[in-house]
């Protein structure tokens, strides 16, 4: 026993080198906790540059294990596996978490529960950290609910009824959720004795369980997942907390939690399918939810006359395309899925940096009140011009070498397996394509064609916000015309189908 118990601990021991982003974050949030406590000068910007400096340092060590480790690491005793596709993600997570952190520095909507604030944001980080690297149904459901709880709190901060309410009930269809995902993998664990989801012996007694049960369970596991993503029908709570929460909490939330659902669903998609033995046909499912969630998405963003609930819904929409790379579910489909995320983070975020930055200083909220922008800060204008173009997939940006690649990987995936609802999914996602073009081109119409009120000297540009939305926005420009710098590094990961 003694022998057991030194094996164990020296296991754990040996991991936590290779554990140091995850360990530094741990960190941040109880160095951010214990200075919030006390009462001290400019303690908000000093909360803020404690989270960016954390989430620099955390990005720079997964940086560092990207380019040193090449080799599969299973660490904590099997309950987490460090490859290269799960750095891969942790960079995307920690340059969200930072671009984040950096676009909510002017905002001033938490006052003194900047702490609180912060903590609860590196929490995400960390939980979206476990997610990418799970290896273990256990480990997966930890993640997903520091993740979800942290989540619950920080959809509060704007501190009215409209954000008590929205995270009330983000935390009940939570935590239905979750009730139904860890339901499934206790059925997964009767039929396996292993929790270990990775192994080849959990494979090999998937294969000998009862269709009926196994297919109960991989959907309850599989809607559990597919709600982290806002996936149709489990989006129902994402408009209501995307527009009552602040909107550096909302620019999160589109992405950091998201791509942390899709980097488990990646590598869930990889076993569920049991080598093309699965009961279920997992490429006709997620292609229903995929053309459900793009046209929930797009035809609910249509109609929105407020600029951030419009992003809401559009979000909701690129979840759906996300899903795409999943329907393929190719070497391929799965590395422009890793691009299309890339992407939408840059993209994302800067368009939440210009909608918060205009509601801020101009106090224009609705699309409508964009009208005559450009005569007021044509810089901004044309900037905003350029991220609506990203956002809706047009060239001379990286938004449409995303969508180009996603669908250029499901039409391989058609013309390799015949599967009819992938031609199907990829006609209706080529047609909402043209679908969005007429509610994100609304706020360049406004700006450029209507005459406003906003008439007049444009307020100070030289801020932190943006800086960060022009970087941003050279970046998607650059990445349209040498696209392969990024393409070589997601190429370099491989999947085992």
């Not at 001033?108 to 290896?135: C, I, N, P, Q, T």
């Not at 980097?263 to 869930?268: D, K, N, P």
């Not at 229903?288 to 109609?303: P, R």
């Not at 905003?384 to 001379?396: E, Q």
């Amino acid at each position: 026993m003694e022998e057991g118990l030194h094996h164990k601990l020296t296991g754990i021991n040996s991991s936590l080198p290779y554990f140091l982003p995850e360990v530094i974050l741990v960190g941040g949030i109880i160095l951010i906790v214990f200075v919030g406590l006390f009462n001290i000068g400019k303690k908000e910007l000093l909360m803020r540059v404690l989270a960016a400096v954390m989430l620099a340092l955390v990005l720079y060590f997964d940086i560092r294990q990207w380019l040193h480790e090449d080799n599969v690491r299973q660490l904590f005793l099997d309950m987490v596996t460090l490859d290269r596709a799960a750095i891969l993600w942790k960079i995307l997570f920690g340059t969200g978490g930072l671009f984040t952190v950096l676009m909510g520095f002017k905002y001033r909507g938490w006052y003194d529960k900047s702490g609180e604030y912060y903590a609860l944001m590196l929490s995400v980080v960390f939980g979206a950290h476990l997610v990418a690297m799970a290896s273990n149904l256990l480990m997966i459901f930890i993640g997903i609910e520091v993740i979800s709880i942290s989540s619950y709190i920080l959809t509060t901060f704007s501190f009215n009824k409209n954000s008590t309410e929205a995270g009330l009930k983000y935390l009940l269809f939570g935590a239905a959720a979750s009730g139904v995902m860890i339901f499934g993998m206790s059925w997964l664990y009767a039929f396996t004795g292993s929790l270990a989801f990775t192994e080849q012996s959990f494979l090999e007694m998937l294969m000998k369980a009862d269709a009926l049960p196994l297919i109960i369970a991989s959907l309850f596991v599989t809607a559990g997942l597919l709600f982290k993503i806002s996936a149709a029908p489990m989006h129902i709570w994402a408009p209501d907390v995307y527009t009552s929460a602040p909107t550096p909490v909302v620019a999160f939330f589109s992405i950091v939690p998201k791509l942390a659902g899709f980097a488990i669903l990646v590598r869930w998609m990889l076993v569920i399918k049991l080598f093309g033995f699965s009961p279920v046909d997992w490429a006709a499912v997620l292609a229903v939810v995929a053309m459900l969630t793009i046209a929930i998405g797009n035809f609910s963003a249509l109609w929105q006359n407020n600029a951030k609930r419009m992003l809401a819904y559009s979000s909701i929409a690129h979840s759906g395309f996300l899903l795409i790379g999943l329907v393929a579910f190719s070497e391929l489909a799965i590395q422009s899925l890793l691009f299309y995320a890339a992407i939408y983070i840059l993209m994302n975020v800067a368009a939440f940096i210009y909608v918060s930055y205009l509601e801020r200083e101009y106090n224009i909220i609705n699309i409508k009140d964009y009208k005559g922008f450009v005569r007021t800060s044509p810089l901004i204008a044309t900037v905003l011009v350029v991220i609506m173009i990203s956002l809706t997939g047009l060239p001379p940006t990286a938004g449409f070498t995303a969508k180009l690649l996603i669908f250029s990987a499901l039409w391989d995936g058609y013309a390799a397996t015949d599967h009819t609802m992938m031609l199907y999914l990829l006609i209706f996602g080529l047609l909402n394509a043209v679908v969005s073009l007429f509610y994100y081109l609304k706020i360049p119409y406004f700006m450029i064609f209507k005459e406003g009120a906003h008439e007049g000297k444009a307020k100070k540009l030289y801020t932190i916000e943006n800086f960060l939305g022009f970087f941003m926005v050279l970046a998607l420009l650059i990445l349209f015309f040498k696209p392969d710098g990024l393409m070589r590094m997601i190429n370099s990961v491989s999947f085992a189908f």
